[in-house]
């Protein structure tokens, strides 16, 4: 889904400190840009475009914790496993919690249901 600027709403998980699993630090409200060939998996700045496939990369153990985000510029599907990408740059908006991503998920679900059958 994207929003009113033409960016993607997507959801990304960190450690603790806000590292990713490659350690990169991540900043609320800062936006990451990287110039390079993005290749999902690979390259780039990581996030799913649906909330609980950031599960399978961040397990919530040890203080993970998980956001939503803006991915734009140059995106880079990935597999076909879920929906994991990687864009050249990424803004993560708010944290969310593990709550907040069952949530988004939720909504993310109800959303595609037809509104005749939604009860």
């Known amino acids: 889904m ?4 033409g960016k993607l709403i997507t959801y990304k998980g960190t ?13 609320i409200g800062k936006t990451e840009t990287d110039d390079g060939a993005i290749r999902c998996g690979r390259k780039g700045f990581h996030s799913c475009k649906v909330p609980l496939d950031v599960l399978r990369y961040y397990h ?3 203080g993970k914790r998980y956001f939503v985000c803006e991915a734009g510029g140059e995106i880079d599907e990935g597999d076909g496993i879920d ?29 595609k249901v037809p509104l005749d059958q939604q009860h």
């Open 2 to 5: 994207s929003n009113e600027n």
């Open 15 to 27: 450690d603790k400190d806000m590292q990713g699993l490659g350690g990169y630090q991540y900043e």
């Open 60 to 62: 919530p153990v040890d």
């Open 83 to 111: 929906s994991k990408l990687a864009s050249s740059e990424l803004t993560i908006i708010k944290e969310i919690g593990l709550k907040g991503l069952i949530n988004a998920q939720k909504d993310h679900v109800m959303g």
